[in-house]
T-cell receptor, first 114, second 116 residues
């Protein structure tokens, strides 16, 4: 069966450090992968999209890598701030007849302490 | 731009009643809307995909007669939880695609349903 795993439920780092979150998947051939931020009691907010033919994407302090051989994506937040504390979700998009449908991992709860 | 609203934000109902949740795209037209459910500390689970003017496509294991979806216009989709039971208590979130772009979804703020 299809599975999406985010490496840890929780990650605690000190302000200024780089946070690295991992998303692994099995039995998928996603057309693209997305990362979202979710705050408690709120809907997800889109951060970055990376396609299957792309290795890396950057947006300000965020960087995403995508390795379709390893079936893994890494999400980095550099110079982390307490305001970055939230749950980060990876989502894989189906291809073909399931194009547009997103399948989410459980998320990693990031806490950045001063 | 690209704002999606949900109404209500919270609802408490008695077991056996039906609850309707609205999802609106406020400043854009959405060809496709999606409905998700999220239990505490769990991932968002896709329930169904709805296209304006046609029947919704439900994910495996989701009862279409229990979770009725209507997508009457390009800016409104509704989810009705029929004969709700306590196990239906969850956080329901909708999303809308960005004017036909299947790789972009804008999420609503969610609706917290509690069934007593």
């Amino acid at each position: 069966s299809q599975k999406i795993e985010q490496n840890s439920e929780a990650l605690n780092i000190q302000e200024g450090k780089t946070a690295t979150l991992t998303c692994n998947y099995t039995n998928y051939s996603p057309a693209y992968l997305q990362w979202y931020r979710q705050d408690p009691g709120r809907g997800p907010v889109f951060l970055l999209l990376i396609r299957e033919n792309e290795k890396e994407k950057r947006k300000e302090r965020l960087k995403v890598t995508f390795d379709t051989t390893l079936k893994q994506s890494l999400f980095h937040i550099t110079a982390s701030q307490p305001a970055d504390s939230a749950t980060y979700l990876c989502a894989l998009a189906g291809g073909g007849s399931t194009l547009g449908r997103l399948y989410f991992g459980r998320g990693t709860q990031l806490t950045v302490w001063p | 731009g690209a704002v999606v609203s949900q109404h209500p934000s919270r609802v408490i109902c008695k077991s056996g009643t039906s609850v309707k949740i609205e999802c609106r795209s406020l400043d854009f037209q959405a060809t496709t809307m999606f409905w998700y459910r999220q239990f505490p500390k769990q991932s968002l689970m896709l329930m169904a995909t709805s296209n304006e003017g046609s029947k919704a496509t439900y994910e495996q294991g989701v009862e279409k007669d229990k979770f009725l979806i209507n997508h009457a216009s390009l800016t409104l989709s509704t989810l009705t939880v029929t004969s709700a039971h306590p196990e239906d208590s969850s956080f329901y979130i909708c999303s809308a695609d960005g004017q036909g772009r299947t790789d972009t979804q804008y999420f609503g703020p969610g609706t917290r349903l509690t069934v007593l």
